[in-house]
């Protein structure tokens, strides 16, 4: 069945890099998304990878695709105070399919 | 451009009773997707809808439903209310079901008492 895990807590401290691990189990996933929650709000689609993908780089946003270990991460270079949120990793088989969400992993950045 | 809109954003409803909860996608989006989410199970996909079609569903209980009307803008309704049913009611939308970038709205809050 389909699974995404990641851990629920995460504390770094400003201007360290941040890095949000996530497993998923379907290995036909295609796509691999990750959303910020912040209180508050809905969610927010940060960046998303295709499985034929090994990392995409978005400013301060890198994502890391080890399609073998069926593991995503997502690496906030400099973290700020306002990168303080929930961060959902999730994955989709197709374009059109369902979206599966991880349970989230809070973000808490120490001074 | 008006982001996705949902209404009511807090609702407090008893066990039993029924709830309808609306979202307006944005502009020009006509599918709208509805998750629950809870503290426990995090983020559940509910369904999806596009062109007034319900193209996805989750494994939810036939207790929830929804529909899509000709505007695009879709309701979702509980019926027989469960305290278990109390969470954060998430919309979103996307230009189409093909679109990987989905728009998320506030939330409705919903607490069964």
């Known amino acids: 069945g389909e699974d995404v895990e990641q851990s629920l807590f995460l504390s770094v401290r400003e201007g360290d890099s941040s890095v949000i691990n996530c497993t998923y189990t379907?290995?036909?996933?295609?796509?691999l998304y990750w959303y910020k929650q912040e209180p508050g709000a809905g969610l927010q689609l940060l960046t998303y990878?295709?499985?034929?993908?090994d990392m995409k780089q978005d400013q301060r946003l890198t994502v890391l695709l080890n399609k073998k270990d069926k593991h995503l991460s997502l690496r906030i270079a400099d973290t700020q105070t306002g990168d303080s949120a929930i961060y959902f990793c999730?994955?989709?088989?197709?374009?059109?399919?369902?979206?599966?969400f991880g349970k989230g992993t809070r973000l808490h950045i120490l001074p | 451009k008006a982001g996705v809109t949902q209404t009511p954003r807090y609702l407090i409803k008893t066990r039993g009773q029924q709830v309808t909860l609306s979202c307006s996608p944005i502009?020009?989006?006509?599918?709208v997707s509805w998750y629950q989410q809870t503290p426990g199970q995090g983020l559940q996909f509910l369904f999806e809808?596009?062109?007034?079609?319900?193209?996805n569903k989750g494994n939810f209980p036939g207790r929830f439903s929804g529909r899509q009307f000709s505007n695009s803008r879709s309701e979702m309704n509980v019926s027989t209310l469960e305290l278990g049913d109390s969470a954060l009611y998430l919309c979103?939308?996307?230009?189409?079901?093909?679109?990987?970038?989905?728009?998320f709205g506030p939330g409705t809050r919903l607490t069964v008492l």
């Open positions: 502009s020009g989006h006509r599918s």
């Open positions: 999730a994955e989709s088989m197709n374009r059109d399919d369902k979206i599966i």
């Open positions: 809808y596009f062109s007034e079609t319900q193209r």
């Open positions: 990878i295709f499985s034929n993908m």
């Open positions: 979103a939308s996307s230009i189409g079901p093909r679109d990987n970038e989905q728009f």
């Open positions: 379907d290995s036909s996933s295609t796509y």
